[in-house]
Nanobody, 129 residues
Framework: QVQLVESGGGSVQAGGSLRLSCAVFTLGSSSLCMAWFRQAPGKEREGVAAIYSGGARTFYVDSVKGRFTISMDNAKNTLYLQMNSLKIEDTALYYC??????????????????????WGQGTQVTVSS
């Protein structure tokens, strides 16, 4: 079982930065595919970025490449999402997600919500002009 607790959301002006955190609680030391998703009002939940906790490879959707950075601090069991150059369209409820299957951390798969078995409660990010 995995429990995920997000924090760090808030309101920021366009062009600003925020860092989201996700505390990961799990029994044992198995590696996880960790990801950030977001859901704007009236829209589907979409994958943003993913990272395999057992390695350094990262994955991003095109809309955030060059602006967002996903990272994992295994010593602190914490996942991060550094968001720079924020745009109004980045406004959404951001979720942390995880799965034990390493296959989930792959191009074409990481951004699909149905692959993840564990979810946090979400943290709101609001970007204004």
């Amino acid at each position: 079982q995995v429990q995920l607790v997000e924090s760090g959301g808030g309101s920021v002006q366009a062009g600003g930065s925020l860092r989201l955190s996700c505390a990961v609680f799990t029994l044992g030391s198995s590696s996880l595919c960790m990801a950030w998703f977001r859901q704007a009002p009236g829209k589907e939940r979409e994958g943003v970025a993913a990272i395999y906790s057992g390695g350094a490879r990262t994955f991003y959707v095109d809309s955030v490449k060059g602006r967002f950075t996903i990272s994992m601090d295994n010593a602190k069991n914490t996942l991060y999402l550094q968001m720079n150059s924020l745009k109004i369209e980045d406004t959404a409820l951001y979720y942390c997600a995880a799965d034990f299957r390493t296959i989930v951390c792959a191009a074409g798969i990481f951004e699909k919500r149905n692959w993840y078995n564990y979810w946090g409660q979400g943290t709101q990010v609001t970007v204004s002009s």
